[in-house]
């Protein structure tokens, strides 16, 4: 397989997952307490916005993503205990 074939299938599969995550997250979010939508909305905007700056590469997010989740993770992990 090409690379531009290999590159549209990842593309289209990429896409289908994202419906997936939307539609897995929606049918959590009427459940979810108050707290954890703050903390799920608050990392959401977070990732958006970041995405949304061109000229960011996509490490550059992860990397600031893995360090402003972390703490909202693990407060998360502690609530389920």
């Known amino acids: 397989m090409s690379n531009d074939l290999l590159s549209k ?3 289209g ?3 289908m997952t994202h419906e997936r995550f939307i539609a897995a997250m929606e049918g ?4 979810m307490e108050l707290e ?3 903390r ?3 990392v959401l905007n977070s990732l958006v916005g970041k995405l949304e700056t061109p000229e ?5 997010v992860l990397q600031e993503m893995m360090t402003e989740a972390a703490a909202i993770i693990l407060q998360e992990m502690n609530r389920a205990s």
């Open 9 to 11: 299938a990842l593309d």
């Open 13 to 15: 599969d990429i896409a």
């Open 28 to 31: 959590r979010l009427p459940e």
């Open 36 to 38: 954890t939508k703050e």
């Open 40 to 42: 799920y909305f608050a």
């Open 56 to 60: 960011k590469k996509l490490s550059e």
